[in-house]
């Protein structure tokens, strides 16, 4: 029996901040005119459910900060070991989850901080995180489907500084400057966005993102829509 649509899972929730439910629903129409059947969860219990996850060609997650049971992770695990693709950008991936590091290892990136402005620029608000920095495309970004086409560019929003192995394969890095005011000596250099091979699934990762108008950001946004086709199954 062949199936004539596609299945993509979108997981969303945690920290509101993120507009999980907005920023999702930036990319489901892009999804259904992709082929694929769309189907919304507001929490990781589905990955528990075997049956289902058995069939899911995508997952696009959107899931900051809260938790995971063990046995929804070994289901989210299970399924991209066995084909399924996992996508996500910002938080709604790299920052998912803290209570399980093998979730950490799983995804080969998590977010870590996103040094911001002087504290006497700081009133309390997001935009406290807000930075102008530049996402760098690598050697390897050029020929890459996700990439392709796609020169470095420039954004003012949080800027992650992500903590990573070397099982990533990095397309673009992002390298946080030294401030007068910052206790670090060097730059730091992180991956922006990078793909990952677990067993038969394919990871997608990009960490701008932060809210909708980020992802609207031409550049961002079809870096993401890429990357959620190319995870797929």
């Not at 209570?99 to 997001?126: M, V």
């Not at 020929?143 to 903590?163: A, K, M, N, R």
């Amino acid at each position: 029996m062949t199936r004539e649509n596609k299945t993509a899972l979108v997981v969303r929730g945690g920290w509101d901040g993120h507009q999980p439910v907005e920023a999702t629903e930036l990319f489901i129409p892009f999804l259904k005119d992709n082929g694929y059947d769309v189907r919304v969860e507001e929490s990781p219990k589905i990955y528990a459910d075997s049956e289902y996850m058995a069939g899911v060609d995508l997952i696009v997650q959107c899931m900051t900060m809260t938790t995971i049971e063990k046995h929804e992770f070994e289901g989210l695990r299970a399924a991209v070991e066995n084909g399924t693709g996992l996508a996500g950008w910002h938080g709604g991936v790299a920052d998912s989850y803290r209570n399980n590091s093998d979730y950490l290892h799983l995804i080969g990136g998590q977010f870590a901080c996103h040094p911001g402005k002087h504290a006497d620029q700081r009133i309390g608000e997001q935009s406290d995180n807000y930075v102008p920095y530049t996402v760098n495309m690598l050697p390897a970004a050029a020929d890459h489907p996700i990439t392709q086409g796609i020169s470095d560019f420039d954004l003012v929003t949080e800027q992650y500084w992500v903590l990573s192995d070397d099982y990533i394969d990095v397309l673009a890095t992002t390298t946080q400057k030294v401030r007068e005011w910052d206790p670090w000596n060097r730059e730091v250099t992180s991956p922006a966005i990078w793909t990952r091979q677990w067993g038969e699934g394919r990871i997608f990762v990009c960490t701008p993102g932060h809210r909708v108008e980020i992802l609207q950001d031409s550049n961002v946004r079809t870096i993401i829509e890429r990357g959620m086709l190319w995870a797929s199954r």
